[in-house]
């Protein structure tokens, strides 16, 4: 797809209304549809328009659906996502899941929904590489020193802020100053090797230089200075959103994945702004404040850019002081593992717990996982912190079961940090075995987002783990992007709705069709289907009429320390709905 053009998608279907509505979202959603009645007709069109999506109608009167797909697929060499229109029907559902459909659009949900998941696979599946058009971009005096070496110097960049605010100095103009590193850096030289962390570090040099364009008057300079860190200046800025602009530019360029020794990776960055004369008025102290924001960026999440403000110096010394003190938690047992139960959706029985962490700080009280956890994983913490969390579980199921309390499964969150070190099921393999408890009682957890980080590394790690005879579950089901296709290779048990449906699953209707339509799919695959964030018996009684097995949320139970737990499990405290 050229620069600029918009995506194509092919619809097969003789629902005439249907299509027209279809085809009219598609458009509000920046894409150009093109509507076939004749299956018949689909092959050629496939071959003349070079479609980026191709949806079918899996109930085609002459030549069936189904094997459509399957010829549309061949057609193409596998490359063009086809996607099938069906009803909420079991076997129908399997017939196109065996069709080789890339994913399922599961009537009655709205043609409004089905425009956005077609923009989400697009995004997630278009590989074909952008060309920005030739910007002319204006770098220190050493950037002919960082095309040979890779790197130039920090002083060297403050040279040339320097340079910038003498500029404007009395002007009524800004500079802007802005620090960016790549998220997650660490983790692409531990899973595939420093050779592969260089080359993307290349490669994303290259997208910018190639790609970014500066607001009109302004000269862009952006120099790397080592490992995973760019600092770009700005000068001279009329207005400063201008800085913001080319900001976001940044990370919507980092949204097309690169391709590296056959592996493709999806990188991200956080970005820090500071300007003059707002924030400070020398070189150094303007540097300094960016990088300030910047961490302020990773700490709302990552992938965002953040402009410093004055704030964040206290902000980053209780970050420090955060630090600091988990280091020492686990040796002065401030940390405790919460349970929450998951509840067999027709009976409401518990049949199994998820170990959740907790922190109680001695002088700031109880510490929200959502403060302590990113601090843990960006230093390293979350590895010392996930074992002890597994073992502590096990230890607690077994003890459970030899107080003769029922048998349930225990479930532990795992991180991506422990995810992609080597050696992770010979770890786990030995702290299950040291507990006691059968493999086939633990289950792990894992995000959506992980798994798709690296499809083929995904399905290697978890086929180790699976032959340990553990079980797997995909977490946070629904806020990524899985399709079909990936579903079906990796070897879990149990998909995990995520909360976020269920919050407005009896008022939103797409909701409501998305968790249909997962429950359908995930049944057709014969996984196991727990819904998270269950809080009212409206929703319980949606859960329940779709045949969802398992649930989990308030109208059960919080997260409750041991003790409480196993008042729950012993039938000595009712769950909450009760």
């Known amino acids: 797809m050229a620069p600029g053009e918009k995506p194509t998608v092919l619809i097969v279907d003789d629902d005439e209304a249907r299509s027209r509505s279809l085809s009219a979202e598609l458009e509000v959603h920046g894409f150009r549809a093109r509507i076939l009645d004749d299956d018949y007709a689909a092959l050629e069109a496939c071959r003349g328009l070079d479609p980026d999506l191709v949806v079918i109608n899996g109930s085609l009167p002459r030549r069936k659906g189904m094997d459509l797909c399957g010829a549309v697929r061949r057609e193409t060499h596998q490359l063009t996502p086809c996607l099938m229109i069906v009803p909420e029907d079991k076997d129908i559902i399997e017939d196109a899941i065996n069709s080789g459909a890339h994913d399922l659009l599961v009537l009655p949900e709205r043609c409004t929904a089905w425009a956005q998941r077609l923009r989400c696979i697009v995004q997630s599946q278009h590989r074909t590489s952008q060309a920005a058009p030739d910007v002319e971009v204006v770098e220190p005096s050493s950037v002919d020193s960082l095309a040979r070496s890779g790197f130039a110097s920090r002083r060297q960049f403050l040279q040339q802020v320097a340079t910038g605010l003498d500029r404007v100095r009395d002007t009524r103009q800004h500079v802007a100053v802005m620090f960016m590193d790549v998220d997650r850096f660490k983790q692409v030289n531990e899973s595939l090797g420093h050779a592969v962390g260089d080359t993307l570090l290349e490669s994303l040099a290259e997208r910018f230089r190639s790609g970014l364009t500066w607001p009109e008057g302004v000269e862009g300079h952006f120099v790397h200075f080592g490992g995973d860190e760019f600092a770009f200046l700005l000068t001279p800025l009329p207005h400063v959103q201008d800085a913001a602009k080319v900001g976001r530019q940044i990370l919507e360029m980092m949204k097309e994945p690169f391709e590296i020794d056959s592996h493709e990776i999806y990188a991200s960055v956080s970005i820090g702004i500071s300007i003059y004369p707002v924030d400070h008025l020398d070189a150094e102290s303007l540097l300094k404040s960016a990088e300030t924001a910047m961490y302020h960026a990773k700490e709302q999440g990552r992938s965002n850019l953040q402009f410093y403000s004055r704030s964040m110096n206290s902000m980053a010394f209780e970050r420090l002081t955060l630090e600091t003190s988990l280091r020492k938690a686990l040796e002065r047992e401030e940390l405790a593992v919460y349970y929450q139960p998951k509840v067999e959706v027709l009976t409401e ?141 990796f070897p879990i048990d149990t998909l995990k709705i995520d909360r976020t449906f269920m919050r407005d699953i009896m008022v939103d209707p797409d909701d409501r069709s998305i968790t249909t339509a997962i429950l359908l799919m995930a049944h057709s695959l014969r996984l196991e289907v727990v819904a998270e964030g269950v809080e009212s018996q409206e929703q319980l009684k949606f859960l329940r009429e779709r045949n969802c097995d398992l649930a989990q949320g308030y109208l059960f139970s919080p997260p409750v320390p041991t003790q409480e737990a196993t008042d729950l499990l012993a039938g000595r405290t009712a769950l909450a709905n009760c």
């Open 349 to 489: 029985r518990i049949v199994g717990m998820e170990a959740l962490i907790r922190w109680n700080h001695p002088d700031l009280g109880i510490i929200s996982p959502n403060q302590f956890i990113p601090i843990a994983e960006e230093t390293g913490l979350i590895e010392p912190i996930g074992e002890w969390v597994l073992e502590t579980a096990c230890r607690q199921c077994l003890a459970w079961e030899k107080s003769g309390l029922p048998r349930i499964q225990m479930a532990v969150n795992l991180s991506v940090e422990q995810m992609i070190k080597p050696g992770l099921a010979q770890k786990l393999s030995r702290i299950i075995r040291r507990t006691g408890l059968t493999p086939n009682r633990v289950e792990l957890e894992l995000t959506e987002s992980m798994l798709m980080r690296n499809v083929d590394d995904g399905v290697r790690i978890l086929q180790d783990l699976k032959r340990l005879g553990i079980r797997l579950a995909v977490d946070d089901f629904g806020t990524g992007y899985s399709s079909l296709t990936y579903l079906k290779r």
